[in-house]
């Protein structure tokens, strides 16, 4: 039995096809992308690059891609193996649907367990697909899909990034990830046992383990770019190094370990100690990671229940006030990028609409309730001290 991943972009490569290659697991990626189909299959191997730990290196070897054009392949190595994964984006998860209802209509007749687990920085991925698949199965599939197969969620906390020209040019599959080596999966949702795979974590109580990771890790990470984006920096590092950045950023951490250790029952000790991989894996300056990348979508990001909205609500739910998470709201519904389609939309709301417009159909606030109040008074804020000139 092998494996699949839909996907084989820089985590698909870099993360969870290396962890599968350190556990010795066969794997196939299948891409939309028909030129990283051909150039994975010419070359058969690429380079995972460690960052700040080169002697970690790896060359993961034997790597093989299907082209979703394929369908009757993808189809069959779906039958075969027991584990899928997706590191495909969240937005592009129902795509995926009709391929794997027809994989696993196929499997069911073949019999054995089956767990797809998504790798993807999105709210409720795994409920996506479980909703869209057991909706298009045929009635005689659903029976094992029930009981057999397992969609459940893993936590992305390596990051991967793009590796310069020169080393392109050496190996254009290349991938540079951090030092990191953990893949926690919710346990509850799979179906049997997943195959040993090297830093696999399975965690029980995954839900309050994923708020943890999203209102600590992107919350700071949000607040830094677009904090970031303000004072004229290109990279996450060098922001993540601005004195007066880092006030901010440690009161969001602040504000958020509070709320969330009282939600889910953490020591504060613990949750504010857990802020600290957060604070350090953004001041890495062995991470080359570029606040454009990071800031991308900010309509998205900016939603009721993402990371700065999303953490603010929190706070405030838990009796806190959200004053430094506000500020980052702030710096966020400013940020512009002319190559950014959906800042290009943030910037004509604000424009054209106004403020409370912003804060009511992008970050589905009450732009005269408390949070809407305060951000604006933070926006004021970021004018007084020069950080904001328009």
Not at 33 to 44: F, K, S, T, Y
Not at 351 to 357: L, P, Q, V, Y
Request: aromatic letters at 8%; glycine letters at 8%.
């Amino acid at each position: 039995m092998g494996c699949v991943i839909f996907g084989a972009g820089k985590i698909a490569r870099g993360f969870i096809g290396h962890l599968l290659y350190l556990s010795d697991i066969p794997f196939t990626f299948v891409e939309s992308a028909e030129g990283l189909v051909e150039l994975i299959n010419q070359r058969g191997c690429y380079t995972v690059n460690i960052l700040g730990n080169s002697e970690k290196n790896c060359e993961v070897k034997g790597a093989h891609a299907l082209s979703f054009a394929q369908e009757e392949e993808v189809i069959q190595a779906i039958v075969d193996a027991d584990t899928v994964f997706t590191a495909v984006g969240g937005k592009n998860l129902p795509s995926l649907i009709p391929i794997l209802k027809k994989g696993i209509e196929k499997k069911a007749e073949k019999g054995g367990n089956l767990n797809i687990i998504t790798c993807e920085n999105w709210k409720q991925p795994a409920l996506i697909l479980k909703t869209g698949i057991e909706k298009s199965l045929e009635e005689k599939a659903k029976k094992y899909f029930r009981e057999q197969t397992g969609v459940t969620e893993a936590v992305i906390m390596r990051s991967a990034i793009e590796a310069d020209a020169e080393l392109l040019k050496k190996d254009p599959l290349i991938v540079n990830v951090q030092d990191f080596w953990e893949l926690p999966v919710d346990a509850s949702r799979i179906a049997g046992e997943l195959p040993e795979i090297t830093g696999l974590k399975l965690i029980s109580e995954f839900t309050g383990f994923l708020e943890r990771k999203f209102y600590t890790y992107n919350a700071a990470n949000g607040t830094v770019s677009y904090l970031g984006a303000l004072l004229g920096y290109e990279k996450l590092a060098d922001a993540a190094h601005d004195e007066r950045i880092v006030r901010i950023l440690e009161g969001v951490y602040q504000e958020t370990a509070r709320a969330l250790s009282q939600k889910h029952y953490f020591p504060l000790e613990e949750q504010l100690a857990f802020t600290l991989t957060s604070k350090r894996k953004l001041q890495d300056y062995t991470i080359v990671d570029f606040i454009e990348r990071n800031a991308r979508d900010p309509l998205r990001k900016l939603g009721k229940d993402d990371r700065l909205v999303g953490s603010a609500r929190l706070v405030e739910e838990y009796g806190g006030e959200p004053h430094n998470l506000c500020l980052a709201i702030a710096a966020a519904i400013h940020y512009e990028n002319e190559d950014d389609e959906f800042a290009g939309e943030l910037l004509r709301i604000r424009k054209e609409e106004g403020i409370d417009a912003v804060l009511e159909k992008v970050c589905g606030l009450d732009a005269d309730g408390t949070l809407g109040r305060m951000i604006k008074a933070k926006i004021e804020l970021l004018k007084e001290w020069g950080w904001i000139h328009a």
